[in-house]
């Protein structure tokens, strides 16, 4: 069983950066890949980041790349996404999720993660 809360969503302008963290809990974290993903109303969710169990392995989805940063540290038992140069479609709800299988590297469709926060809301205004 892994448990994640989100939190850091709030309003930033466009331009500017925000980070969000993850906290998990659970006796699989160290194993688990951790994953950020995010969904506006309307839209499908789509995959934004993830990051191995060992943190040597990242995956970032085209919209976010060069832009988003995530990292994890085990011994605190967080995952966190540095999110820059954010844009307007960057408004979403953003979730923190981990796999309950153990991968070796990151996978990026949704359905590969099995535990999920309540996420947290970030708006990018103009």
């Known amino acids: 069983q892994v448990q994640l809360v989100e939190s850091g969503g709030e309003l930033v302008q466009a331009g500017g950066s925000l980070r969000l963290s993850c906290a998990v809990s659970?006796?699989?974290?160290?194993?688990?890949?951790v994953g950020w993903s995010r969904q506006a109303p309307g839209k499908e969710r789509e995959f934004v980041a993830g990051?191995?169990?060992?943190?040597?392995?990242?995956r970032y989805g085209d919209s976010v790349k060069g832009r988003f940063t995530i990292s994890r540290d085990n011994a605190k038992n967080t995952v966190n996404l540095q999110m820059n140069s954010l844009k307007s479609e960057d408004t979403a709800n953003y979730y923190c999720?981990?796999?309950?299988?153990?991968?070796?590297?990151?996978?990026?469709?949704?359905?590969?993660?099995?535990?999920w926060g309540q996420g947290t809301q970030v708006t990018v205004s103009s």
């Open positions: 999720a981990a796999t309950r299988s153990v991968f070796s590297y990151v996978p990026m469709p949704t359905s590969e993660y099995n535990y």
């Open positions: 990051i191995s169990g060992s943190g040597t392995s990242t």
């Open positions: 659970g006796r699989t974290f160290s194993n688990s890949v």
